[in-house]
């Protein structure tokens, strides 16, 4: 089992603590052309030979079983009670950073985030983060051949009334993510589809 990073938004951290999201899409770059074959172990085979002789793209978050700690938007402070502690957008919870084998650095790293402001989930270190997730499931499809119940599953909320259906809004979800990146929704990329499970 090996353990990776992975980014996500304070609305999707809030869906995850909800126990409303278990899926993720990112995006397979480069792009194949064409997707030959799907593996167990989450690999694809495309039309795109490598020097090693290994012919499949495997996923950068992992295969099944591994885990995954969630960065997300943070700031580290000094309470007026003289606590130093971290602070998640999400929710607005604090933590103590408290002493542990690891406090001198816990210190050392935490001393140059204090401030009031918030901090981009990119610099959030490992003992920050508070949300571990295992993956349960990879594969491999073009982002238009999500189901509405995948799109539920990427933490899209059900709205009655004559609102988008998820699908759809997860449509705009997406491009508002990835169309300046050049992978909009008309493109209809390939994407790693990621199951994940929380992990207490």
């Given at each position: 089992m090996k353990e990776r990073l992975i980014s996500f938004s304070s609305e999707m951290v809030r869906a995850i603590l909800d126990g409303r999201k278990t899926q993720t899409r990112r995006i397979i770059q480069p792009q194949p052309k064409v997707v030959h074959g799907s593996h167990s172990d989450g690999s694809i085979t495309t039309e795109r030979i490598f020097r090693s002789g290994d012919q499949r793209i495997h996923c950068p978050y992992g295969k099944q079983g591994d885990r995954l700690w969630v960065k997300e938007t943070w700031r580290a402070y000094e309470r007026k009670d003289g606590l130093d502690v971290i602070q998640y957008r999400a929710g607005g919870r604090f933590q103590p950073i408290e002493n542990n084998e690891n406090a001198a650095n816990l210190w050392l790293s935490a001393r140059g985030c204090h401030g009031d402001e918030w901090r981009s989930s990119r610099f959030m270190p490992r003992w920050a983060s508070r949300i571990n997730l295992e993956i349960t499931d990879i594969r491999?499809?073009?982002?238009?051949?999500?189901?509405?119940?995948?799109?539920i599953a990427e933490g899209i909320?059900?709205?009655?009334?004559?609102?988008?259906?998820?699908?759809?809004?997860f449509s705009v979800l997406w491009d508002s993510i990835n169309e300046k990146k050049g992978y909009g929704w008309g493109m209809n990329p390939y994407v790693w589809v990621i199951e994940f499970k929380r992990v207490i």
């Open positions: 491999v499809q073009r982002v238009q051949e999500i189901s509405e119940e995948d799109a909320e059900i709205v009655r009334g004559p609102i988008l259906r998820p699908g759809e809004a």
